[in-house]
């Protein structure tokens, strides 16, 4: 066979494996899913995560006719679970549902096993948390200007209790401490709901999650702001930070689905198809909106410039305030 006619064949036998590749790809994607979904935590349950992750997880095994299973792996800040996603095999089946704070802080503030941009593709926004300070009533305090004139004459006596180290919650006591000058201790816990069962009872004074806000509704806790660029439709009397002289002072708290890099593209682009579909139905929004949430429309790539945009500031945050994790 002469050279033309081999490279021919050659050629012919290369446009043949990519458009099989193509075509496989394109099966896979129209198949997907075809069994359960793993989506995992990487924090314990019954805190924020968990909260905002079981109707999404309700949601989508309606929608695509697979179970969406929850699997919880907290430990670490959400570094245990997040690295535990970052090394799954990237067939589709194994996704993250995280806050911004597992791949905005983390990683700025302790060696991880996982790169933040590199090890992950992001999928979907799936909301963002909609709440303040919340402190006991054993404080004595019933607004803002109150508690910061009490933390002031009583530095080191009020406690914060966290969903962990280099949490989103961790960075906003921070820059509370940093922008009004107070010495507050903060508690890490493994997750939310364990700080919260301590707040309950006056353990610690102080919180700032959405799991508290039922009990703020039940008069057994007491809301100081909003850290957020509008007021709490539930509260609106409440001001919010910047309305207390705190401006970008907030320290957004964002939730989002990401996949472990190398997952088929056109699966990732399905599930954030449908993740955009879900996120502007009333059901899922009066969902959201019942445990504080609201979820905000982005393309992939605007989540990625979001996430970019997140690392910056926080890094800023964590130099400003000398945070370590020693």
């Given amino acids: 066979m002469r050279r033309r006619e ?24 129209a198949s997907w899913p075809d069994k359960p979904v793993k989506v995992i935590l990487p924090y314990a349950p019954g805190g924020a995560t968990d909260l905002i992750a079981r109707p999404w997880a309700e949601k989508l095994s309606q929608e695509f006719k ?41 990683p700025t503030l302790r060696k991880t096993a996982y790169d933040p941009v590199a090890s992950f593709m992001p999928v979907g926004r799936v909301g963002d948390l909609v709440c303040g300070f919340t402190v006991h009533p054993s404080l004595g305090v019933k607004t803002f200007k109150e508690f910061v004139d009490y933390a002031k004459k009583n530095p080191g006596k009020i406690s914060f ?9 961790h960075l906003r006591i921070e820059m509370l401490k940093l922008k009004a000058g107070l010495d507050i201790l903060h508690v890490p816990y493994r997750g939310s709901a364990d700080a919260l069962n301590d707040l309950l009872p006056g353990t610690v004074q102080m919180m700032n999650e959405i799991n508290v806000i039922q009990h703020i509704k039940a008069g057994k806790l007491i809301l100081l702001n909003i850290n957020y660029p509008t007021r709490h439709p539930d509260f609106p009397d409440i001001p919010t930070l910047t309305e207390v002289g705190h401006p970008n002072s907030d320290v957004p708290v964002w939730y989002s689905v990401q996949a472990p890099v190398g997952t088929p593209e056109d699966i990732v682009q399905k599930f954030h198809a449908k993740i955009v579909e879900i996120a502007k139905s009333e059901e ?15 393309t992939r790539e605007e989540m990625a410039a979001y996430l970019a945009s997140d690392i910056k500031a926080n890094a800023e945050v964590i130099t400003a305030a000398k945070i370590t994790l020693d």
């Fill in 284 to 298: 899922m929004q009066k969902r959201m909106r019942d445990i504080n949430v609201v979820v905000p429309i982005q």
């Fill in 161 to 169: 209790g966290s969903a962990g180290l280099g949490t989103a919650t």
């Fill in 66 to 106: 697979q179970q969406f299973v929850i699997e919880n792996r907290g430990g670490a800040g959400g570094m245990i679970g997040t690295e535990a996603v970052s090394k799954a095999t990237p067939d589709g089946y194994t996704f993250l549902f995280t806050p911004g704070a597992t791949l905005a802080v983390l």
């Fill in 6 to 29: 081999i490279l021919g064949v050659a050629g012919g036998a290369l446009a043949a494996a990519v458009v099989g590749t193509a075509g496989q790809a394109h099966a896979q994607a």
